[in-house]
């Protein structure tokens, strides 16, 4: 005879009585807690950021397909605009793309979450993907540099309206960037070469024009653009 206070377990699952007996309620607690836990342990843990943070691995780009649907942050997703997704960065955050396969490098900013491939580790706007020369092989290997976090600004002096340059090009060789400089010296007003430091590497930054309103910033970039150059704009703070 089956002794009465070592019950099978299997007798708990249901009650044909239909109201669950204690053990039984503790044990549907017991599940949902096991539930709850491992589904915080599947999601990505936020990382600690810090200003020149990096990390190398395989990039791809989404498009039209994901176009004016949310985002992770709850902005649409807009195909041309220079933003990217990440697993792990805190959305908000600036980072600096680096294309190893051709030196081409943008800066973008993380608004979603992705990629959901294993073996890549960033996914990139349709733009920025046209700029880093990646929307032909579809996946490259790229560089991803920490170069703003998400919370404060720290870049933009605080009270005061934003002034926008653009970018003719960014280079890793001086001679490269002047050379471009001396180029557009005749046509553009204000062109310089930028120093900036990311990550360990130097780049050296072609900006044009000091500009007040984005539309004069805008019309520029379209001017340059025309020349084949690929151009960002960007606010002068940064």
Request: charged share 20%; hydrophobic share 40%; with cysteine.
């Given at each position: 005879?089956?002794?009465?206070?070592?019950?099978?377990?299997?007798?708990?699952?249901?009650?044909?009585?239909?109201?669950?007996?204690?053990?039984?309620?503790?044990?549907?607690?017991?599940?949902?807690?096991?539930?709850?836990?491992?589904?915080?342990?599947?999601?990505?843990?936020?990382?600690?950021?810090?200003?020149?943070?990096?990390?190398?691995?395989?990039?791809?780009?989404?498009?039209?397909?994901f176009h004016g649907r949310r985002t992770s942050s709850g902005e649409i997703y807009d195909m041309h605009q220079l933003t990217a997704a990440h697993r792990e960065l805190p959305l908000g955050t600036w980072i600096l793309v680096t294309n190893l396969d051709n030196g081409r490098s943008v800066e973008v900013r993380?608004?979603?979450?992705?990629?959901?491939?294993?073996?890549?580790?960033?996914?990139?706007?349709?733009?920025?993907?046209?700029?880093?020369?990646?929307?032909?092989?579809?996946?490259?290997?790229?560089?991803?540099?920490?170069?703003?976090?998400?919370?404060?600004?720290?870049?933009?002096?605080?009270?005061?309206?934003?002034?926008?340059?653009?970018?003719?090009?960014?280079?890793?060789?001086?001679?490269?960037?002047?050379?471009?400089?001396?180029?557009?010296?005749?046509?553009?007003?204000?062109?310089?070469?930028?120093?900036?430091?990311?990550?360990?590497?130097?780049?050296?930054?072609?900006?044009?024009?000091?500009?007040?309103?984005?539309?004069?910033?805008?019309?520029?970039?379209?001017?340059?653009?025309?020349?084949?150059?690929?151009?960002?704009?960007?606010?002068?703070?940064?």
């Open positions: 005879m089956t002794d009465p206070r070592r019950v099978p377990c299997r007798s708990f699952v249901s009650n044909p009585r239909g109201t669950p007996p204690r053990r039984i309620l503790f044990g549907r607690v017991c599940i949902g807690l096991l539930v709850v836990m491992l589904g915080s342990c599947a999601r990505p843990p936020t990382r600690p950021v810090g200003l020149g943070g990096a990390e190398v691995g395989l990039a791809s780009w989404y498009g039209s397909q993380v608004n979603d979450r992705g990629p959901f491939v294993p073996d890549r580790i960033l996914d990139v706007s349709y733009g920025a993907g046209r700029l880093l020369g990646m929307l032909g092989p579809g996946v490259v290997p790229v560089r991803v540099v920490v170069t703003r976090p998400a919370t404060g600004d720290g870049w933009a002096t605080p009270g005061l309206p934003p002034r926008f340059t653009v970018q003719a090009g960014s280079f890793v060789s001086l001679d490269k960037a002047r050379a471009l400089e001396r180029s557009l010296a005749d046509g553009f007003p204000e062109v310089e070469v930028v120093r900036r430091t990311v990550g360990g590497e130097t780049y050296f930054r072609v900006w044009v024009g000091d500009f007040q309103r984005r539309t004069d910033a805008q019309a520029a970039a379209e001017r340059l653009a025309s020349r084949g150059l690929s151009v960002l704009i960007l606010e002068r703070g940064r």
